[in-house]
């Protein structure tokens, strides 16, 4: 997909204040209170900024952590990986490649065959039942 590259006060007027905060200032949603934590149809997880692919439900897991998680992106190309240090730790980020919406993190403790876990806030999905 081609990269979309709007202002962030072009985000704002389309996203709802949490979306924003989450996707555009990198904030996060309490654990447990997501709709999409406990989603369990079939279908395609997408960005919810750009609407861009990104998670097949397929690769979705019961992490327990609170948030979607899953094991590998819908593809390479769908989701860049950032190292991120901010409070004092050392994280790696994920955000959209396509629009660059901060998505959450990963983390080296998910089930095989890729061993991650894409912990993946639900304000910054939308879900396209299949």
Same mark, same amino acid.
């Given at each position: 997909?081609p990269k979309?590259?709007?202002s962030k006060?072009?985000?704002k ?7 924003f905060h989450?996707?555009f200032?990198?904030?996060t949603?309490r654990?447990?209170?997501g709709?999409? /934590?406990?989603?369990?149809e079939?279908?395609m997880y997408?960005?919810?900024a750009?609407?861009?692919?990104l998670?097949a ?5 019961? $992490?327990?952590?609170?948030?979607p998680?899953?094991?590998?992106p819908?593809?390479l190309?769908? /989701?860049?990986?950032h190292?991120?240090?901010s409070?004092?730790?050392?994280? /790696?980020? @994920?955000?959209?490649?396509t629009?660059?919406?901060h998505l959450g ?15 993946i806030?639900? @304000? $910054?999905?939308t879900?396209?039942?299949?």
């Open positions: 997909m979309i590259e709007k006060e072009e985000w007027k389309e996203l709802t204040p949490e979306q989450v996707m200032e990198k904030g949603e654990a447990f209170t709709a999409l /934590v406990n989603n369990h079939s279908g997408l960005c919810g750009c609407k861009a692919p998670f439900s397929d690769t979705k897991f019961e $992490s327990g952590s609170g948030w998680s899953f094991w590998t819908a593809s190309e769908a /989701v860049e990986l190292e991120d240090r409070y004092g730790m050392k994280r /790696v980020e @994920a955000t959209c490649a629009c660059g919406a993190h990963v983390f080296p403790d998910g089930p095989k065959p890729t061993g991650e876990r894409f912990c806030n639900s @304000a $910054s999905l879900f396209e039942k299949r």
